[in-house]
C-alpha cells in the first residue's frame, strides 16, 4: 500500500527469511565465516546459537546459497519427533527409495549416498533449524549418521541451528558423546544502535529507497531502542510506522510516527518476573522484566472501561456455553469442507496469457466429494521453459485436494495432494532437469495417502499456480527472482544512460 507513496520497488520490511536483505553485523559475519569453514573443512558437527528474531534462518538461507555448487543440502525446518521420522524425512528430500524398506534400509542407501557425493567431490549438509525442539534420541541418530566417514574426513556435516535453550541442552548428560563432537558452536546476538541504523537503511536500499529522506535521525535511535535490537522487532516497527505515515501522508517518518506505532503494537513492560506470552502461551522466562504482547493502548488509558467490557464478554460466553452444555454432552460431528486451493498472484505475462483458470467453488466441492474414499494418481510430469520463467505441469486422474507451500527454503516449491497416490510408471525418485530455472523435480508418496512433488530451483524464486479449465492438470509457473533483479538493473542502467 505504501510503497508508491515512498517510492519504493518492494517492501523492504516482510516477514520471511529473505537472503537479499540479509544485513550483516558484527556476529552475523563471525557466525557466517565459522559455519563455512567448519563445513568446507568437514568437521562434522556445527551449532549455531541465537536469539528469536536475529535474522538465524535468513542467515542459513544464504549459507546454503552459498554451498549449493559444491554441496548436497537438506535443510529441516520441521523437527521430527523420533528416529524414524528423521530417516524418512531425509530419504524424502535426497530422494531415496522409502516404499516397502525398513529403516535400516533407508541407512544403508544414505550411505551410498554420501560415498558416492564424497567421489564426485560434493559434500553432504543437514541443516536444522530450531533444534532445540528435538528430543534426545533423533539427536543421537544424528550423531550415530555422523559415524559415516572416509579415512580422512566427515562424509556428513550437521549443522544444529536453534534458540538459546539448544545450548541447555547439550549439556544434557545423555548427550555427551553428541557434546564432544561439536567442532564449532557460534552465535548470533542483537543490534547495537549503530547497527539497527545500518540495518535500516540495507533494507531500504534493497527496495530501492532513499533511507535518508524517509526516517530521520531522531527516528531511527527510536527504532532501535523499541526494538531491542531485534531485526523481527525491527521490521515490525518500521512497517506499522510506514503504513502509518502513508494513512497520514507524512514524509519523512519521525519521532512521532515511530512513537504511535510502538503504542499501537502495545508492548509494555511492568516489573516482575519475566514472562513472554504470545497468544497465551509461554515462550521464553528470566528475571526482573515481563512484556505483556497484544494489550490495546485503549486498555492503559481506560483501565477500568477495559476491565468491564472483558467481565461482560466472560458473563455472556458463559450464559451461551452453559445452557448449550445441558442440552446436549454429545460431543459435536466432524464435517469434511471443502476449501479453496491456495494459489499467489500471478507475473504479469510477457507474452499471450495461457488459456488457465482457478478451479471453481462448484467443481472443488464435488472433487472433494469424490476423492473422499478412494486415492487418485499423479498419472504425467511435464515441463516445458521460456525466456524468462519455466512452467511446470502436473496431470491429475482427476481434480484432487491440493496445497501449494515455500515452507521456508526460497529455492523449494511443495506441491501436495491428497488423498493420491503415483502411477506405476512414476517410481518416487528425483529427475535431473536441463533448465536454467528448475533444477530438480522429486516425487515422493507420504504417510496418509499424500503426494508431494518438490520443484527444486537454482535460487531464490517466485511462482503462480493456475489450473487448466478442460483437464485436471495443474500449472506452475516459475520466475527466478536474481533474473528479475538483473533485468530491473539492466533497464535502470538503460534508462540512466545518456542519449
Same mark, same amino acid.
Not at 521430527?80 to 522409502?98: E, F, T
Not at 567431490?121 to 533423533?138: K, S, W, Y
Not at 537503511?201 to 535511535?221: G, I, P, W, Y
Given at each position: 500500500m505504501f510503497r508508491q507513496f515512498y517510492g519504493m520497488r518492494e517492501q523492504p520490511f516482510g516477514v520471511t527469511p529473505d537472503s537479499r536483505y540479509l544485513h550483516f553485523s558484527r556476529t552475523h559475519r563471525e557466525a557466517l565465516a565459522s559455519l563455512f569453514c567448519g563445513i568446507q573443512d568437514r568437521r562434522g558437527f556445527l551449532a549455531l546459537i541465537a536469539p528469536p528474531g536475529t535474522g538465524k534462518t535468513t542467515l542459513l538461507f544464504y549459507l546454503l546459497e552459498r554451498l549449493r555448487p559444491s554441496a548436497r543440502t537438506v535443510f529441516m525446518f520441521d523437527t521430527?519427533?523420533?528416529?524414524?521420522?528423521?530417516?524418512?524425512?531425509?530419504?524424502?528430500?535426497?530422494?531415496?527409495?522409502?516404499v516397502g524398506v525398513t529403516t535400516a534400509d533407508i541407512r544403508l542407501q544414505f550411505h551410498n549416498l554420501?560415498?558416492?557425493?564424497?567421489?564426485?567431490?560434493?559434500?553432504?549438509?543437514?541443516?536444522?533449524?530450531?533444534?532445540?525442539?528435538?528430543?534426545?534420541?533423533?539427536?543421537?541418530?544424528?550423531?550415530?549418521?555422523?559415524?559415516?566417514?572416509?579415512?580422512?574426513?566427515?562424509?556428513?556435516?550437521?549443522?544444529?541451528?536453534?534458540?538459546?535453550?539448544?545450548?541447555?541442552?547439550?549439556?544434557?548428560?545423555?548427550?555427551?558423546?553428541?557434546?564432544?563432537?561439536?567442532?564449532?558452536?557460534?552465535?548470533?546476538?542483537?543490534?547495537?544502535?549503530e547497527e539497527v541504523c545500518a540495518y535500516v537503511?540495507?533494507?531500504? &536500499?534493497? #527496495? +530501492?529507497?532513499?533511507? @535518508? $529522506?524517509?526516517?530521520?535521525?531522531?527516528?531511527?535511535?527510536l527504532v532501535a531502542s523499541e526494538s531491542k535490537g531485534i531485526p523481527r522487532n525491527i521490521n515490525t516497527l518500521c512497517y506499522n510506522a510506514l503504513a502509518l505515515g502513508c494513512a497520514l501522508k507524512r514524509k519523512p517518518i519521525d519521532v512521532g510516527i515511530i512513537k504511535r506505532a510502538a503504542n499501537d503494537l502495545a508492548l509494555q513492560e511492568v516489573s516482575g518476573d519475566c514472562e513472554i506470552r504470545d497468544n497465551n502461551r509461554s515462550v521464553h522466562r528470566g528475571t526482573n522484566k515481563r512484556y505483556r504482547v497484544g494489550i490495546p493502548s485503549a486498555s492503559r488509558t481506560r483501565p477500568l472501561s477495559a476491565a468491564l467490557t472483558k467481565i461482560s464478554v466472560g458473563v455472556a460466553i458463559l450464559l451461551i456455553i452453559i445452557p448449550l452444555g445441558v442440552? &446436549?454432552? #454429545? +460431543?459435536?460431528?466432524? @464435517? $469434511?469442507?471443502?476449501?479453496?486451493?491456495?494459489?499467489?498472484?500471478?507475473?504479469?505475462?510477457?507474452?499471450?496469457?495461457?488459456?488457465?483458470a482457478p478451479i471453481s467453488e462448484t467443481r472443488w466441492a464435488a472433487a472433494t466429494t469424490a476423492t473422499i474414499h478412494k486415492p487418485f494418481f499423479v498419472t504425467r510430469i511435464r515441463y516445458w521453459s521460456e525466456s524468462t520463467s519455466t512452467t511446470v505441469g502436473i496431470e491429475l486422474e482427476e481434480q484432487l485436494k491440493y496445497e501449494v507451500h515455500r515452507l521456508t527454503s526460497p529455492d523449494r516449491v511443495y506441491l501436495d495432494f491428497y488423498p493420491s497416490r503415483l502411477k506405476p510408471a512414476l517410481p518416487g525418485k528425483e529427475f535431473q532437469i536441463d533448465d536454467k530455472i528448475v533444477r530438480k523435480i522429486r516425487i515422493a508418496e507420504l504417510k496418509g495417502m499424500l503426494t508431494r512433488v518438490t520443484l527444486e530451483t537454482y535460487g531464490p524464486c517466485d511462482f503462480s499456480v493456475t489450473a487448466t479449465p478442460d483437464r485436471p492438470e495443474l500449472l506452475v509457473e516459475l520466475r527466478s527472482m536474481q533474473q528479475q533483479l538483473h533485468n530491473d538493473a539492466a533497464l535502470h542502467n538503460a534508462i540512466q544512460a545518456p542519449n
Open positions: 521430527p519427533s523420533d528416529p524414524q521420522d528423521l530417516m524418512s524425512y531425509l530419504a524424502a528430500d535426497l530422494g531415496l527409495n522409502r554420501l560415498r558416492e557425493e564424497s567421489q564426485a567431490g560434493r559434500n553432504v549438509v543437514i541443516v536444522v533449524d530450531e533444534a532445540q525442539n528435538l528430543t534426545n534420541p533423533v539427536l543421537e541418530q544424528l550423531r550415530m549418521l555422523s559415524n559415516f566417514e572416509s579415512g580422512t574426513h566427515k562424509l556428513l556435516q550437521v549443522v544444529l541451528a536453534g534458540q538459546p535453550p539448544l545450548a541447555t541442552r547439550l549439556t544434557h548428560p545423555h548427550l555427551v558423546q553428541l557434546r564432544q563432537r561439536l567442532a564449532i558452536v557460534t552465535e548470533i546476538k542483537t543490534l547495537t544502535h537503511k540495507h533494507r531500504l &536500499s534493497v #527496495a +530501492r529507497c532513499d533511507s @535518508e $529522506l524517509l526516517f530521520t535521525r531522531d527516528a531511527l535511535a442440552i &446436549s454432552r #454429545a +460431543r459435536p460431528k466432524l @464435517e $469434511l469442507k471443502s476449501q479453496v486451493p491456495l494459489t499467489r498472484p500471478a507475473f504479469r505475462p510477457t507474452a499471450a496469457p495461457k488459456p488457465a
